[in-house]
């Protein structure tokens, strides 16, 4: 019922920038955190941003001041807005929301996206 649709990656030049989308659709009370991983080749997958439900913020200390993460809660829209892109920024990104399906907190699960490919590169 609950799905994360993702958008905006693509190959772009270092230095250039990406605006990645992701919406959550189905059916829910709630969502409450919502984040921005990336994977690499052949590295782990790391938290790149977060934001909770209040409009509070963490950056991975790699992209702070090049990335911006927001959230349009009447969307049910997460943004990362990415500039001054580097070749090592080149991941798959994953949206992943925390989504409540009812009043309860304790009913809070999280939810990924497909993935999108962002490549820097010359």
């Known amino acids: 019922q609950v799905q994360l649709v993702e958008s905006g990656g693509g190959l772009v030049q270092p230095g250039g920038s990406l605006r990645l989308s992701c919406v959550v659709s189905?059916?829910?009370?709630?969502?409450?955190?919502m984040d921005w991983y990336r994977q690499a080749p052949g590295k782990e997958r790391e938290l790149v941003a977060a934001?909770?439900?209040?409009?509070?913020?963490k950056y991975l200390d790699s992209v702070k001041g090049r990335f911006t993460i927001s959230r349009d809660n009447a969307k049910n829209t997460v943004y990362l807005e990415m500039n001054s892109l580097k070749p090592e920024d080149t991941a798959v990104y994953y949206c992943?929301?925390?989504?409540?399906?009812?009043?309860?907190?304790?009913?809070?699960?999280?939810?990924w996206g497909q993935g999108t490919q962002v490549t820097v590169s010359s």
């Open positions: 992943n929301a925390a989504v409540q399906s009812g009043m309860s907190k304790w009913s809070s699960r999280d939810y």
């Open positions: 189905g059916s829910f009370f709630s969502i409450n955190d």
């Open positions: 934001t909770t439900s209040g409009g509070s913020t």
